[in-house]
């Protein structure tokens, strides 16, 4: 017989054929698992993913958030619960690798030979159905589907994946999990449930809108679940029977765990700051417990007087931090352009550099590059002093300040001492405040103004606790920096400036922009704001500052928000608490012989006077205050407080002393001297710092 020939014009033909199916056989082979690698890297845990279980309280321990699910651990399942929904949702859990192909082919053919309905997703499938994907019935999703499910499979035990979809499988009427589907549906904790009720819970599975314990076809699914219950030996033939027989009879009771008429943003500023400090909402999931700094009679008063959709209202207790009421949009990372509410910020700047309240600037018409800036009045008064500047909001005479100062030292002061992030302009529009940043920032910066000198991040989270009690976190103030006057720029303490900061601020709404805010009987410090489309007010008092901003307005702030700001605080206490500061106490004031803007500070110091809004002839209280070692302080002393500052330092450096004892040290020293002390401390550790400060504030109940 002739040989036949695998070769073709000299070509191995079986050589080639080898080859290609070897080719073949590997690409079959990597191409799922490049595939599956690309698609599942990206994939975040499964524990972020299911329903927050943790409670979220306001500061009187009141409800805010009440969850959807209720986390129970795997040992604290019932066996009956877990046995019952593999018997009848994937009866090979504990065999396959997350995918069942003899699952899938079973389905096929009980669907094909009897009018039972049955899936062939298994337990694994369906969790990642859950956490990651929707409903809709596509190939491409039942493809992601299985590559997550054999993720999951990968990464985490059987007893785990079962574990997480008990806790997080959707269950009808907004419920997720058996935990809190037996809550709702029958009042029950998981172990008072009884055969019945958990094969009604597991027949939800099925369907969970039109087959859950109070739809009429759940009794059928039920039945089938029995059925299984009793296939598996999970019940006998008589509990079979009993529940079958009584099935028809039995009724929910409902209890609606649902009501909950939350801030869903409100919410996630409460998540946004667990993440900072820490906490992921998968670690919060058994019971975990979140007291919140929210006041709730001052929270719905936001709630009722302002609209979310074009209004945002915070209200922070400066001296700790505490947020007492937050509602709207782009708190804590919003981009709306802050108008002159940027103003006391370099004014602030200003006063620390030697300017005086009397002093005057400028207002004639500039032209800045292409720029010319006007008053919103378009009128200029020749000159003015920079208090009435300020009370007035005007913008010719404040771009003459913010020029003397130099764009790049505010910019510096505003990024690196006050911390107020944002997007800046790289222009001298930032003196009218186009930068654009969130109401959480501008409270921030005005804390400095207010406490004399402390810049406070305000924080939302009281404490967080386990479901047994056990604390994992407690508030402190968040004490980020102590203002330090830059180089050049620092003739007066910061506690000095604050003073005449608030002096003015006094006079917007006495006498300035901002009249619309006075209230009887009450005193406010504030600044009104209008930029392009956003106007703004922040006042506050000894204890509170309240910031409002309304969106996609041209009219100014004194016309929009601030009548609106004095409804909403004329129902609270805003304007009763007296500030902390020594107010009235004089300051030094300073010769100016600077006239023109500058790009920097040029101020030339020629004498040294007082401003002392009580007594203006009182010259030593007023030479105390600018130095405090000048007068009724001899150099001995001086030098021995100069001595234990810097012993004090060195023994924070070298971690040899205890809060309590720093605590007592800074409360020795003189007051001006206290900030300067707390600047260095911050420098060397913000957590002492702020500990430090927590501690002096919560004894004096006074700023430093």
Do not use: C
Request: aromatic share 10%.
């Amino acid at each position: 017989m002739e040989k036949i020939s695998f070769k073709f014009g000299g070509i191995d033909l079986k050589k080639v054929f080898i080859i290609l199916l070897l080719v073949f056989f590997i690409v079959s082979l990597t191409t799922p698992l490049i595939i599956y690698k690309k698609y599942t890297a990206s994939l975040t845990p499964p524990q972020s993913k299911i329903p927050a279980s943790l409670v979220v309280e306001y500061a009187d321990g009141t409800p805010l958030y009440t969850p959807k699910t209720t986390w129970v651990d795997f040992d604290d399942i019932p066996t009956i619960i877990k046995d019952s929904i593999v018997a009848s949702e994937d009866k090979r859990f504990y065999q396959h690798s997350g995918v069942d192909p003899i699952g899938i082919a079973r389905a096929l053919f009980t669907i094909l030979t009897t009018d039972e309905l049955q899936g062939g997703s298994t337990i694994t499938q369906q969790l990642a159905r859950t956490l990651y994907l929707n409903n809709e019935r596509t190939w491409k999703r039942k493809i992601k589907e299985a590559l997550i499910a054999l993720w999951l499979e990968q990464n985490f035990s059987k007893n785990e994946i079962l574990e997480m979809y008990i806790n997080s499988v959707y269950l009808g009427n907004g419920v997720y999990g058996f935990p809190a589907a037996a809550k709702y549906y029958f009042n029950k904790s998981l172990e008072q449930l009884t055969p019945i009720e958990i094969a009604m819970l597991t027949a939800t599975l099925r369907s969970p809108e039109k087959a859950n314990p109070q739809e009429d076809l759940n009794k059928d699914f039920s039945k089938n679940v029995l059925r299984k219950m009793k296939e598996a030996g999970i019940i006998s033939e008589g509990e079979y029977e009993n529940a079958v027989n009584n099935l028809e009879t039995k009724h929910t009771q409902i209890k609606n765990i649902l009501k909950n008429d939350f801030d869903e943003d409100l919410f996630w500023i409460v998540v946004t700051e667990l993440k900072e400090l820490g906490f992921e909402l998968g670690d919060l999931r058994n019971g975990f417990r979140v007291r919140t700094t929210i006041d709730k009679g001052l929270q719905s008063l936001l709630n009722s007087s302002i609209s979310k959709d074009s209004w945002a209202g915070l209200i922070v207790e400066y001296t700790t931090g505490k947020i007492r009421a937050a509602y709207g949009l782009g708190i804590i990372n919003g981009r709306r352009q802050i108008g002159s509410t940027i103003k006391p910020f370099y004014y602030y700047l200003a006063f620390m550099a030697g300017y005086n309240s009397d002093d005057v600037l400028e207002d004639k018409p500039i032209k800045i590059g292409s720029w010319t800036p006007e008053n919103f009045d378009k009128t200029f008064r020749g000159q003015v002093t920079l208090e009435d500047a300020l009370a007035h909001s005007l913008n010719i005479p404040s771009i003459n300040l913010f020029m003397k100062l130099g764009q790049g030292k505010v910019t510096n002061f505003l990024k690196n001492t006050l911390m107020i992030s944002g997007f800046y302009p790289n222009d001298a529009t930032l003196a009218l405040g186009t930068l654009e940043t969130s109401l959480i920032d501008v409270a921030q910066g005005y804390t400095a103004i207010f406490t004399g000198g402390s810049v406070i991040r305000p924080r939302i989270v009281e404490y967080v606790k386990d479901k047994n009690g056990q604390l994992y976190y407690s508030y402190t103030p968040n004490l980020i920096n102590v203002v330090k006057a830059p180089k050049g720029l620092d003739k007066r303490t910061p506690l000095e400036a604050s003073i005449l900061m608030l002096r003015a601020m006094e006079k917007v709404v006495t006498s300035g922009t901002s009249r619309s805010a006075q209230m009887p009987g009450r005193k406010i410090y504030g600044k009104s704001g209008s930029a392009e489309n956003n106007a703004w007010f922040v006042g506050g008092d000894g204890k509170y500052i309240f910031i409002l901003a309304r969106d996609n307005v041209k009219q100014v702030s004194g016309l929009v928000v601030t009548p609106l700001w004095k409804e909403i605080a004329l129902k609270t206490e805003i304007g009763y608490n007296p500030i902390s500061l020594p107010i009235n106490i004089p300051v030094s004031r300073f010769r100016n012989d600077a006239k023109e803007p500058s790009s920097g500070s040029d101020l030339t110091i020629a004498e040294t006077k007082t401003e002392n809004p009580t007594n203006p002839e009182s010259t030593t209280q007023a030479e105390e205050v600018a130095n405090p070692q000048s007068s009724g302080t001899s150099s001995q002393e001086s030098y021995s407080a100069g001595n234990k500052i810097t012993e004090l330092l060195n023994r924070i450096r070298k971690k040899q002393i205890s809060v309590k004892e720093i605590v007592e040290i800074v409360q020795s020293l003189p007051e001006s001297d206290r900030k300067t002390v707390l600047s260095e401390i911050n420098s060397i550790s913000p957590e002492i710092a702020s500990e430090v400060y927590r501690q002096i504030n919560e004894e004096t109940k006074n700023d430093f």
